[in-house]
């Protein structure tokens, strides 16, 4: 009896993903070596720092899915970021900002889709040509320097709370959910799984795979657009390099999430679990005062040790 | 009962009638003037050897091509069918040996994809609506499963199952099904049948295409057979016997004016193939070639003559039996296989056989290069002098050995890749398909190229779908049915019919 008592907990972590094995190994990890890591105030600073992360990596599974990448999202981040910190500055409206990040970010998204869709052109070489267009972009904006002075309203969404939770967390959230129904309880999620799976059936069903590509990409610009107004009041200010390598964590978090490149076998939670694991990790080494070119590093070993997790189990 | 119905319905009006239909593909006429009648509670077996449109008649049914000429009437009504919505308005649904199922989605989903029942929000589809519709047609067809199953966990058989569930769905009343007990075990196959039987009691026609003797009589109502893209008859399965039905597949009409001169006294055993299996599903496979034969492999599309072919040159790994090479095993990789002096051209030469961006010489010496140059340091005039010996040789057209691989003609190319272990001093050649793709004339060069490769010492195992070349060209052939060998001819006995008969399942 007691054989069974333990063999069948046993059993059920065997069952679990990569993903939330290696979540629940760092929490335990940096819990252990942290000061300070387990306190409310740091896992609240953990979950607002992953809502970036989270409105990007979102719409990557969506992408990824498709047998796609979108490697123009961090360059994207950043040029919305300076629309919203430049727009904001002129205007003094929060709103026009983000409306102005939302709609360059899904000019990016819809020519990123075109390019893949219409010119099929691969996705790595398409969304590698923008990525350097929204960095030129983002130089050129900027002159090269940081945009100071942004109106308080455009911070205050970073540090606003509401019914004593994070206005971020909120958006996170909200995101999640947003894509949870669009992936699992619409048409379109429907098709999405069918872009990466069998484009033939789509077709025989008398469905465009152009258009619906397309449409995935632009999500992907259009939630760009969004995380830039995070980013801009995150920072307070908007700079020529704030989205470097963000698209290097989503995509990361993706792949530790489970989600495959091929066959569009996606995993919506699980790529909210691997931002969670990616948010840990850097939190984590940021604690114990490790540099973030050490993070970077840590965030690549993450990625294969999800894989190699993933891969015992489906070999065992 | 559903005897009585099915004879009933038989004798009933087409459900559809094609009507002199052709279709014609630059250099090959696929359908020749071919009138077909598909009547409602009906099997109808369609049958043929590769390559008699079978599958072109197939993609003209589900309006993926459209026929050059020819009618169609529905109900006795004249009616056009030239795109996948026509048909599918006509009530026609094909059930392609790929699968059109999306994995990662559940049952209920791929019924029903594209044709969601819509929920209260737009765009939100109703889960339990889908779920209930999704039962009752999995009910309907007797498929006892729970629809939220996810389809990639699934079986063959069972994904099939889902498929006809979503032709039944569209109100399918003509399904066209591609040899759909290929991949099926015996158990699966009664399933099949039995489904199938339901299917006609509910006046659902079928077209059944096979490449099994014994489900056409079976299970078929009527028989049609193709031969060179013409239909040659159309009889009841109580007229005929196999025999009768093999003999009118075979006999195609291919202009082979190329003389060999058979080996009277074949030379060393070259290749010896002893008790060969392999994961990819071929097993128990003995063969032997020697020196100055052209050996045939041939086999119905499928049955493991490719597979052969790669685990001989190493490509895939063995799991039992020996490959024995010039009296010495031979074990591994590609690579060893190629250094001993087997060489392997490929069906797809421009995926496998050649880098189509470099030039005629480059490719010709890539095989060669350790042999050309011992010393591992290239020399240009030397590969060209190789190459252009090689050009002359092979009398490859082409203006200079400078000229970009892709440019060339197939047969040319074909040529090339034959070229290219001939300087790397193969002694056994394996050719997959050798004349895919190339047109006549050029067939009877590769012929002649083939002979005097063997004639000058070396050997040929030559795989090929065209019965009437292996019988043309071989000197004997082994015949594959199901991933092992049915049976081997000998010169005198390598005719169409008996390679067919070997090759057809009659159990």
């Given amino acids: 009896m007691s054989d069974l008592a333990i063999a069948a907990p046993l059993r059920a972590v065997q069952r679990l993903p990569g993903v939330a094995v290696v979540l629940v190994l760092l929490i335990a990890l940096f819990g252990a070596i942290a000061p300070g890591f387990l306190s409310a105030a740091n896992l609240s600073n953990v979950l607002v720092q992953s809502t970036i992360l989270t409105m990007l990596a979102l719409p990557m599974t969506l992408i990824i899915m498709t047998e796609g990448i979108d490697l123009s999202m961090g360059a994207v981040l950043t040029l919305t970021s300076l629309c919203v910190a430049i727009v904001s500055l002129a205007t003094k409206s929060m709103l026009l900002g983000l409306g102005a990040a939302v709609l360059v970010g899904t000019a990016f998204g819809l020519a990123n889709g075109l390019l893949v869709a219409i010119a099929k052109i691969p996705p790595f070489v398409a969304t590698l040509a923008t990525l350097g267009m929204a960095q030129g972009l983002s130089l050129i904006v900027s002159d090269g320097q940081s945009v100071v002075g942004i109106p308080h309203s455009v911070r205050d969404v970073y540090s606003a709370q509401l019914l004593g939770i994070p206005v971020p967390i909120l958006m996170g959230v909200a995101s999640y959910g947003l894509f949870h129904a669009l992936l699992y309880h619409t048409r379109f999620g429907t098709y999405v799984f069918a872009l990466g799976g069998n484009r033939d059936a789509l077709r025989y069903a008398g469905l465009s795979p152009t258009r619906l590509l397309i449409a995935v990409y632009a999500i992907g610009g259009l939630m760009a657009g969004v995380a830039g107004l995070l980013m801009t009041a995150r920072m307070n200010s908007g700079h020529p390099t704030a989205g470097l390598g963000m698209e290097f964590d989503a995509i990361a978090a993706v792949a530790v999430g489970g989600t495959s490149f091929e066959r569009g076998n996606g995993w919506l939670l699980g790529t909210l679990l691997g931002v969670l694991a990616v948010g840990v990790l850097r939190n984590g080494l940021n604690l114990i005062s490790l540099p973030s070119s050490v993070q970077v590093a840590s965030v690549g070993v993450l990625v294969i040790a999800a894989m190699f997790l993933d891969g015992l189990r489906s070999r065992a | 009962m559903s005897d009585g119905a099915a004879s009933a319905a038989a004798s009933s009006a087409p459900l559809l009638e094609l009507r002199g239909i052709s279709k014609s593909f630059p250099g090959v006429k696929a359908l020749d003037d071919v ?395 394996i050719f997959d398909e050798p004349t895919r793709g190339i047109d006549i004339g050029a067939k009877s060069e590769i012929f002649a190229l083939i002979d005097r490769l063997v004639a000058e010492g070396a050997a040929a195992l030559m795989i090929s779908s065209e019965q009437i070349e292996i019988c043309h060209v071989c000197d004997r052939a082994y015949v594959m049915r199901d991933g092992r060998i049915a049976g081997h001819l000998a010169r005198s006995e390598l005719t169409e019919e008996n390679i067919v008969r070997l090759g057809m399942h009659h159990e």
């Fill in chain 2, 35 to 429: 009138s077909f009648a598909i009547h409602p509670g009906e099997v109808h077996m369609l049958l043929g050897e590769n390559g008699a449109g079978k599958s072109s008649l197939m993609k003209i049914l589900c309006g993926a091509y459209t026929a050059d000429a020819g009618e169609f009437y529905y109900k006795g009504e004249n009616v056009t069918l030239s795109s996948t919505a026509e048909a599918q308005a006509l009530g026609i649904a094909v059930i392609f040996q790929e699968f059109s199922l999306v994995p990662f989605l559940d049952i209920a989903q791929n019924i029903f994809l594209g044709r969601e029942p819509k929920g209260r929000i737009p765009g939100t589809i109703d889960r339990r609506r889908i779920l209930a519709d999704a039962k009752r047609v999995l009910d309907g067809i007797g498929f006892d499963i729970d629809p939220k199953v996810v389809v990639d966990t699934l079986g063959v058989a069972q994904q099939q199952m889902v498929e006809i569930a979503k032709a039944i769905s569209q109100n399918a009343r003509i399904l066209v099904m591609d040899e759909p007990t290929a991949a099926l075990s015996d158990r699966e196959v009664e399933l099949l049948f039995a489904l199938i039987a339901r299917l006609k009691a509910d006046g659902v026609a079928i077209v059944y295409i096979s490449h099994r003797m014994a489900e056409v009589f079976a299970i078929g109502d009527r028989i049609t057979v193709l031969r060179d893209g013409r239909r040659i008859d159309q009889v009841r399965p109580a007229e005929v016997t196999p025999d009768q039905l093999v003999r009118m597949m075979v006999g195609r009409n291919v202009d082979m004016t190329y003389p060999r001169r058979f080996a009277e006294q074949p030379g060393e055993l070259v290749l010896q193939v002893k008790g060969l299996s392999a994961a990819t599903g071929i097993s128990d496979i003995d063969i032997e070639v020697r020196q100055g034969e052209i050996v045939g492999l041939c086999g119905l599309v499928g049955s493991g003559r490719t597979e052969v072919a790669r685990a001989i040159f190493g490509a895939d790994p063995v799991t039992t039996g020996e490959i024995i090479f010039d009296g010495k095993p031979i074990t591994g990789e590609p690579d060893v296989a190629a250094r001993r002096g087997i060489a392997l051209i490929p069906e797809s030469r421009k995926s496998e056989g050649l880098a189509l961006l470099r030039s005629v010489g480059d490719n010709l010496v890539v095989a060669a290069l350790k042999k050309l140059f011992p010393s591992r340091l290239y020399d240009p005039r030397g590969a060209q002098r190789t190459a252009e010996g090689l050009i002359r040789q092979l009398r490859i057209a082409t203006p200079s050995a400078r000229q970009m691989v892709g440019l060339l003609s197939g047969g040319n190319q074909q040529k090339v890749v034959i070229g290219k272990w001939l300087a790397a001093g193969a002694r056994l050649f």
